[in-house]
């Protein structure tokens, strides 16, 4: 049983970590780092304006994605729950006097 929880736990852990994997590919790639970093280096302060107004939505649309996140794996371990019900009320009837 705890080899099949190990399998499960490291099986969810490779999804998770693909799916980390794949939303920072998607912030590199979309380059919003790389624009945002070219905004404040805007020195004047009409086009600083404008270009940031740009800025502001294209972080709003990319957090908005990450608002309907949901991990690629289910973090319960339901299926692994053992009923032990019976073991305990054994022990509880069990007389050591005598």
Do not use: W
Not at 33 to 43: D, F, N
């Amino acid at each position: 049983m705890l080899r099949s929880i190990e399998q499960s736990r490291n099986r969810r852990l490779e999804q998770l970590r693909g799916q980390v994997d794949e939303y920072q590919g998607m912030l590199e790639n979309s380059g919003l780092v790389g624009y945002a970093q070219e905004v404040l280096k805007e020195t004047d302060q009409s086009c600083f304006v404008q270009t940031a107004k740009q800025l502001h939505v294209r972080i709003q649309k990319a957090t908005e994605s990450l608002r309907t996140f949901h991990p690629a794996s289910d973090p319960c371990f339901d299926e692994f729950v053992l009923d032990t019900s019976r073991e305990e009320m054994l022990l509880k009837e069990l007389c050591f006097s005598g």
